[in-house]
C-alpha cells in the first residue's frame, strides 16, 4: 500500500534561516509527489509536484523539493524563511496512477518566528 | 477562472439530521474527489468521482454517507442520521481529465460540519 510519512509535527524556524520540512513515501509504481500548504480555517494550496525528470523541483512562494529515490524522500525546501510562511504543510502521493486519490501525510506545522 | 466552490462553509446539524455538502469544481474540471480532515490530522480521502459516475469510493464509510456527481450541476456529499464523530472539515477538489497527467488537485474552501 502507498503512504507518506511526515517525522516531525512541528519546525520551527528564525526568519531568514533556511527550512526544511521532511517527507518520505512508500509507493509500488512511479512515485507521483506532491507538496501543499493549508493557512488556518482554509483549503490546501498546491506548492509542487514532482512527475519525472530533475530531482530538484520549483514550486510557488519560493519552495523547492528534493526528489531521492534511494531514500524514498521528497523533502520541501526554502532557502530564507517568511514569518508568512507559518502554515501546516502536506506531503501527499497520488494512489493508484495517474488519476488516483492522494494520500497525505499528517501534515508538519511550520513556526517561523521573527 | 473561479477556483473550486464549496456550501456552505459552515454548517450545524443535531444528532440525527442530514448534512449535504456541495461542490462546484474548476471550470473544466471533469474528476472530483472528496476528503475529510479531523482535527489534528491529515486528509483522509472518501470518494472519487467523474460526471454521472463513482469511480473509487473505497474512502467511504459503507453507511449513511453518499455522493453524486450529475451532469448538471454540483457534486453532492450527503451524511444521513449524523452523529458527533461525523463532526469534521469535509474538502472538495477537483482536477482536469486524464490527458496529459498526473495532475495536481485543486481544493475548495471546504465545509465544516458541527454535529451538536
Known amino acids: 500500500a502507498q503512504s507518506v510519512a511526515q517525522p516531525e509535527d512541528q519546525v520551527n524556524v528564525a526568519e531568514g534561516n533556511p527550512l526544511t520540512v521532511k517527507c518520505t513515501y512508500s509507493?509500488?509504481?512511479?512515485?507521483?509527489l506532491f507538496w501543499y500548504v493549508q493557512y488556518p480555517n482554509r483549503g490546501l494550496q498546491f506548492l509542487l509536484k514532482y512527475i519525472t525528470g530533475d530531482n530538484l523541483v520549483k514550486g510557488s512562494y519560493g519552495f523547492e523539493a528534493e526528489f531521492n529515490k534511494s531514500q524514498t524522500s521528497f523533502h520541501l525546501k526554502k532557502p530564507s524563511a517568511l514569518v508568512s510562511d507559518s502554515a501546516l504543510y502536506f506531503c501527499a502521493v497520488r494512489d493508484g496512477g495517474s488519476q488516483g486519490n492522494l494520500i497525505f501525510g499528517k501534515g508538519t506545522k511550520l513556526s517561523v518566528k521573527p | 477562472n473561479a477556483g473550486v466552490m464549496q456550501n456552505p462553509r459552515h454548517l450545524v446539524r443535531r444528532r440525527g439530521q442530514e448534512a449535504r455538502l456541495r461542490c462546484s469544481p474548476m471550470k473544466g474540471h471533469s474528476h472530483v474527489y472528496w476528503y475529510r480532515q479531523l482535527p489534528e490530522e491529515g486528509l483522509k480521502f472518501m470518494v472519487y468521482l467523474q460526471k454521472e459516475n463513482i469511480i473509487d469510493e473505497s474512502g467511504m464509510p459503507k453507511e449513511r454517507f453518499s455522493a453524486e456527481f450529475p451532469k448538471e450541476g454540483p457534486s453532492i456529499l450527503r451524511i444521513q442520521q449524523v452523529v458527533r464523530g461525523d463532526s469534521a472539515a469535509y474538502f472538495c477538489?477537483?482536477?482536469?481529465?486524464?490527458?496529459?497527467?498526473?495532475?495536481?488537485?485543486?481544493f475548495g474552501p471546504g465545509t465544516r460540519l458541527t454535529v451538536t
Open positions: 509507493v509500488s509504481g512511479n512515485p507521483y
Open positions: 477538489a477537483s482536477s482536469p481529465g486524464t490527458s496529459g497527467g498526473p495532475y495536481e488537485q485543486y
